[in-house]
């Protein structure tokens, strides 16, 4: 009976402690997928508030880059392009040019650059889309047929194409109508605030020296008398250029007399090959000599800096006009004929005709085309401007050399000098080297240069790209300068890189650099009259140094370094320089006996004593 009933409560109990069972299962099921709703919850609010966060970021750099080309479209309207006007945009210096077509577009340049002037004399100036969209359109069917023309070669005569004109591949030089960067910039009158500012300090300058003048010295010559004392001897200097140029124009008649001989030659390759090695042992000896004796007449004269400085800038000049027409025709004559338009051949137009040679011995560049972009008309009140300002910046020259270098450094080689004085002379001397600087940039690179561009109805003004936005040196080097850059690049460069270093861009870049920098200590050394080489170390080592130093940093960074390193290396440079000039005129060397004589500076051979 006892056990019945046992039985019969767990009969009972059972059913219920099941139920409890799965009550219990439900509250943990129950309990997990809270727990998993609250995780899926928690990552879906975290996903949200990255993704509002990064699409917060993306609005705001959308709103900037509209804010920019809104300011581009109504400030800097002519520096406002669209990406697909890169191609052909017209800050673009250079174009790259396939093999196949770089005849295609030498041929044609005569009769675009005829059509130009025609529509430019009509009142009707072409658009230059237009223009730009026809030679992209050009260059991208001489592509296309070129690209067709490879895929029916075989394999591998392919590749060794390829192998062999892989380092062949370097933009060239485009010519167009365009204005200078300045030109553009000071049509915006944010930009047009900092041409003022630079007007005022030009009459604070003024009114430094005037008010020296007139208290100290009794008379006020607004530095009249450092001009006259620059310009000393500058009529030997006018005699020299004139006889200069009738050398150099007498090359053109030299080199079609060697053109005109070879021809005779064909047939006798021994003679021909002999002729021509001879003429060209002729032109090196007339380049050296060319070069050599501005150095002597600067020395024999003892011509002040200033008159010094004209004859080596332009005897270099000419030197640089010489090689570039006779480095483009004798490339053309060694070829052979050449074809027109309508493709037959002629030898006419190997040669050009005199007046294009004498136009581009005149004209603001350095490289030779029978054919240069040319404006319509002479704009005389622009020209004057840029003329005043030459003028004006001479006169700047003449207060901060009066004021400031001559105060300083005027009485090195006479007084004690110690690390601490010099130190103070440095910094007193950062503010007048900066303007110098920049003026020094202004005075030739947009004033003087726009000038003759104007008289000459010159169209392609560009003689500096936007340099003062350089995150690195290699920037720097190429848009400070483009004027001389062209020609190193165009003669130096390419001739290195192709046909004697083999591809080498760093071989062919350092020969560039160190003539560059030869060249520049060729003028200061003997414009100064003193062997102190501080211009060839500051640009040919140390500014080959910052090329790799400024390559892989981040652009702000860059920039802060480049002109960081402009305004102290340039003023050490012209302090250095001054230091010497003063110390060889106050402590002069008692003898040149031997070579180390000339090559010890006169600061070391004075203090050391």
């Not at 697909?84 to 675009?112: C, F, G, I, L, Y």
């Not at 009529?235 to 021809?263: D, E, P, T």
């Not at 483009?482 to 071989?507: N, P, T």
Request: charged letters at 20%; proline letters at 2%; aromatic letters at 16%.
């Amino acid at each position: 009976m006892v056990e019945k009933l046992i039985n019969s409560d767990r009969k009972i109990n059972s059913p219920d402690k099941k139920t409890q069972n799965e009550n219990n299962d439900f509250t943990t099921h129950n309990m997990e997928l809270h727990f998993v709703r609250h995780k899926l919850e928690a990552f879906q609010a975290t996903v949200l508030r990255d993704v509002e966060k990064h699409m917060s970021g993306m609005i705001d750099e959308v709103m900037q880059e509209l804010r920019q080309q809104e300011l581009q479209a109504h400030e800097f309207r002519n520096f406002a392009k669209t990406q697909m006007q890169h191609q052909s945009n017209t800050w673009s210096n250079r174009v790259h040019t396939t093999p196949s077509t770089t005849a295609t577009k030498k041929d044609s340049s005569a009769t675009e650059q005829t059509n130009d002037e025609c529509d430019a004399s009509d009142g009707h100036p072409t658009s230059s889309i237009d223009k730009n969209v026809k030679h992209s359109l050009e260059r991208q069917t001489s592509s296309d047929s070129s690209e067709s023309d490879h895929s029916n070669s075989n394999e591998g005569s392919h590749l060794n194409s390829k192998k062999k004109d892989q380092f062949r591949t370097l933009p060239d030089k485009v010519f167009r109508n365009r204005e200078s960067y300045l030109t553009a910039l000071l049509e915006v009158d944010h930009m047009k605030t900092i041409y003022h500012i630079f007007y005022i300090i030009f009459l604070v300058f003024l009114l430094n020296n005037v008010t020296y003048d007139y208290f100290v010295i009794g008379s006020i010559n607004f530095g009249l008398g450092t001009f006259k004392a620059s310009f000393a001897k500058i009529h030997y200097v006018l005699g020299i250029w004139l006889i200069q140029k009738a050398f150099v124009c007498s090359i053109y008649y030299a080199l079609s007399g060697w053109s005109h001989v070879r021809s005779k030659l064909a047939k006798q390759d021994t003679l021909q090959t002999l002729w021509s090695i001879s003429c060209l042992l002729v032109y090196i000896t007339s380049q050296l000599i060319f070069t050599y004796l501005p150095t002597k007449i600067c020395l024999a004269l003892d011509l002040p800096y200033v008159s010094a400085c004209v004859l080596l800038l332009e005897s270099i000049r000419m030197l640089m006009k010489m090689h570039g027409f006779v480095r483009t025709i004798s490339a053309r004559i060694m070829q052979g004929k050449l074809k027109t338009d309508n493709d037959t051949e002629t030898t006419a137009s190997v040669i050009p005709p005199f007046q294009k040679y004498l136009y581009y011995l005149f004209a603001p560049t350095l490289l030779y085309r029978d054919n240069y972009p040319r404006t319509a008309v002479i704009r005389w009140k622009f020209a004057v401007g840029r003329f005043l300002e030459v003028v004006a910046i001479a006169f700047l020259y003449s207060y901060i050399y009066e004021r400031h270098i001559k105060v300083i450094f005027g009485n090195f080689g006479i007084e004690e000098v110690t690390t601490g004085s010099i130190i103070i002379k440095l910094f007193g001397m950062l503010m007048p080297c900066i303007i110098i600087y920049l003026c020094g940039f202004y005075l030739i690179l947009h004033s003087w240069l726009n000038f003759t561009a104007e008289l000459l109805r010159f169209g392609d003004r560009m003689f500096y790209r936007d340099w003062w936005t350089a995150s690195n040196y290699e920037a720097y080097y190429r848009n400070w300068n483009v004027v001389v850059h062209d020609w190193l690049y165009e003669y130096i460069y390419k001739d290195f890189y192709l046909y004697v270093f083999k591809g080498s861009k760093f071989a062919s870049s350092l020969t560039v650099f160190t003539i560059s920098a030869l060249f520049h200590e060729y003028v200061l050394g003997y414009a100064l009259q003193v062997f102190f080489p501080v211009m060839f170390v500051f640009f040919g080592i140390i500014g080959v140094l910052m090329i790799f130093l400024t390559r892989f940093v981040p652009k702000n960074v860059g920039n802060i370094m480049v002109w960081f390193s402009l305004i102290y290396g340039n003023c050490m440079m012209i302090s250095l320089y001054s230091m010497e000039y003063f110390t060889s005129k106050n402590c002069p060397k008692d003898s040149y006996d031997t070579w180390s004589d000339i090559l010890i500076p006169h600061l070391w051979s004075c203090y050391k004593k």
